[in-house]
């Protein structure tokens, strides 16, 4: 028993080291994920990072190639829809988070807002504004809507272009995080909804001309 807990904590700890690799860009699509490398740069066995590729198989960060497990790519048309369906759930979660708001739901999307537009590195910004994504997403109370929100940002996050950190979006982003905070203060569902989907829309827009102008490249997907 005591082994078996072991090997699930250690199991535990490959997961969460290898899912911020991918989601942070250390690991970019189409990087090899091979056991031996990962243990070895975690000082792990090869079971519990056995166990960690499997989740994150499963999870579709990472699929199977030729010559073993790879960060998955996504396509561009693959991008597209994981943002059709992530507009969909995510303007719901707004305006569930505006109808169940509580004062501690409040302060956390205030306490991250406030962080976010005072952070001068344009990589702390954007990893405190996908964190402000995630307090939204708890704040509806709905625990299937937040766990398939999470495992589509994640997927997302493989693929973040350079353009997600410009100035111009971040800028643009801080504001409209600010209208949804203002219509959950308020209550206001409808806006809370609307607010969001804007927001989204204008995101999966920069990502796609992002694709687009790269198209033909060294990759479909810049840095």
């Known amino acids: 028993m005591t082994g078996a807990a072991s090997t699930s904590s250690a199991g535990d700890t490959a997961h969460e080291r290898l899912l911020e690799e991918l989601t942070s860009g250390a690991l970019l699509p189409g990087s090899p994920v091979l056991e031996t490398a990962v243990a070895a740069r975690y000082g792990l066995g090869r079971a519990p990072v056995r166990e960690a590729i499997l989740r994150l198989e499963c999870d579709g960060l990472i699929v199977r190639g030729a010559r073993g497990p790879v960060v998955r790519t996504l396509t561009p048309s693959e991008v597209v829809d994981i943002y059709q369906a992530r507009i969909a759930l995510e303007a719901e979660a707004a305006a569930s988070a505006a109808r169940h708001r509580s004062s501690l739901d409040l302060a956390r999307l205030q306490h991250v807002h406030e962080q976010s537009r005072a952070a001068t590195d344009p990589e702390e910004?954007?990893?405190?504004?996908?964190?402000?994504?995630?307090?939204?997403?708890?704040?509806?109370?709905?625990?299937?809507?937040?766990?398939?929100?999470?495992?589509?940002?994640?997927?997302?996050?493989?693929?973040?272009?350079?353009?997600?950190?410009?100035?111009?979006n971040l800028e643009s982003t801080d504001d409209e995080h600010q209208v949804v905070l203002d219509a959950i203060v308020a209550g206001d569902e409808d806006t809370a909804r609307k607010a969001l989907r804007e927001h989204l829309e204008r995101t999966r827009d920069v990502r796609i001309a992002a694709l687009v102008r790269d198209e033909g490249g060294v990759g479909a997907f810049g840095s």
């Not at 504004?129 to 997927?155: K, Y």
């Open 125 to 168: 910004a954007r990893r405190l504004h996908g964190r402000w994504h995630q307090v939204l997403r708890r704040s509806s109370r709905n625990d299937t809507i937040t766990e398939v929100l999470e495992q589509l940002a994640r997927r997302l996050a493989l693929h973040d272009t350079g353009d997600m950190t410009r100035s111009a």
